[in-house]
């Protein structure tokens, strides 16, 4: 299996049966994250920030599968939030 389908497994697989549609999780997320900064951000705003925090990992190591494919699944996660809210 590439990458573009790993990341399509997880991020319409399990992850969606465990925490629901990803746009309702990474709300859930941008509501606590807001909270702590103390400054409102979206959604987006927190699938951007995980891939940033998988490429500063994949600085370590360039090749390390999982960060891979996250970066991916949290790329494809903004266009489903775009599609949840359209």
């Known amino acids: 299996?590439?990458?573009?389908?790993?990341?399509?497994?997880?991020?319409?697989?399990?992850?969606?049966?465990?925490?629901?549609?990803?746009?309702?999780?990474?709300?859930?997320?941008?509501?606590?994250?807001?909270?702590?900064?103390?400054n409102e951000i979206s959604a987006q705003d927190v699938a951007t920030m995980m891939v940033l925090l998988k490429l500063a990992r994949l600085m370590n190591q360039p090749n390390h599968r999982d960060s891979l494919v996250d970066s991916v699944g949290y790329l494809a996660l903004i266009e489903r939030i775009k599609e949840k809210h359209e």
């Not at 990341?7 to 399990?14: Q, T």
Request: aromatic residues 14%; negative net charge.
């Open 1 to 38: 299996m590439n990458i573009l389908e790993e990341a399509k497994s997880i991020i319409y697989g399990d992850r969606e049966k465990t925490y629901g549609h990803p746009a309702k999780n990474l709300e859930n997320i941008a509501s606590f994250w807001s909270i702590y900064l103390n």
